[in-house]
Every structure is written in C-alpha cells, then in structure tokens.
C-alpha cells in the first residue's frame, strides 16, 4: 500500500534530480520503500569539507509533509551544530528557529545544511538579512544589542562594525561563522550586562538625572 506521502516525495525527487544545486543526489535507501533516502553532498569549495562527499539520511514520517524528516549524517563530519544532535537533526536548528511547516521540503533542507558548511564570506549577508534581523528583532536581546551598541542594528550593517564594539558579541559571531565551538564563563555575561548598562545610561543621562543624583 502506498504511503500518503509517497506522491509528494516521488515529485521532490525529481525535483532534485533535475535542478540539483549543489551538484547533490538522492535515491532511496531500500528499492520502492520512500520512508528512507540518502542525500550524497559535496562539501562546499574553500572549506576543510571539499573534497568529501557527505551521506545524509532522511526517515520521512508518515504525516509528512505536516511532521518533519528526520535527518542524520551517515558520513562521519567535524561540525559544531551538527555534532550535538546524535537522534537527528532538528529543523529548527536549520530554519534559524523556525518551527517546521508543510511549506518546506527535502531541497530546502539540503539548502540549509550547505550553507552552514559554506565558508564565511558567503554568509555575512545572510546573517544580517531578513533571518537573523527578524531573530534580533523579535528576541530579548535585541533590546541588548541596541544598548551595548548605542543604537539599533541598520540593514546594511557589517559583521566587523558589531564586532569593533563589542569583542563578547564578535566572539560569538566569529566562532558561529567559522564552526568553532565556543566556551563562556559568567563573567562573560557580566561583562556585557554592564556594557549595556553603562550605555542606557549614557544615552538616557538626562532623563536618569534624577535617579543617581
């Protein structure tokens, strides 16, 4: 009997076949069975992952596209973000914190996985682009940003300006962009709690006045 998803994944596939965009394949685990598909992608140019091609595994589920894959690397890979999820990938941690929905599909995640193994300089856009604009803007530490910085992150804003102001942010930043894992201590927070303090006050001084005098 067929699965009902069967039809959906059939036209994905082809999809993928005809308009790879990576150079990526796809095929079937076990022969007629489209609950299990490999990926095969090629690491991206000018990263320590050229040259090797990737194995990924997708176990579609039955409510698919309404649920999501689950996704894991057959192929042994050295990667931040990928390492810490042993039982599957979680969509999440590709959509930028967005929650999984019957709009997005196997070529989207592919898409996803390449760019975090893309090397830096073909991602700073991305990173203050719409996705991460919205993440700042709808998050705590928006409000954090603005007043360790003195004012609100602009469109078109460099990665280097965050960092040349604040060296706790650009750590974060650099070693996200670069794959490095990263370590902080409470002081680190600290830290830049009083940056942001310090700056409030500066930029609210008069309003303040009467509080600290």
Sequence with gaps: MKKPYEKRIRKEIKGIEENPMHNESIKLEEENNFSKLIVTLPGPEGTKYENENYEIFFEIPNDYPF?????????????????????????????????????????????????????VETRIDTYFNKKYRFIFNKRPIHSLIKNTLGHSLQENQELAFVGSNVPVLNGFFTAHCNHYPIKIKPDDIWLLIIQAFANHIDLNSYSLKKIFC
């Design 67 to 119: 649920k999501e894959p689950k996704i894991n690397f057959k192929t042994s890979i050295d990667h931040p973000i990928f390492n810490q999820y042993k039982n599957g990938i979680p969509t999440f941690a590709l959509f930028y914190g967005e929650d999984w929905s019957p709009n997005k599909n196997i070529k989207d995640i592919i898409e996803k996985i390449y760019f975090y193994l893309s090397p």
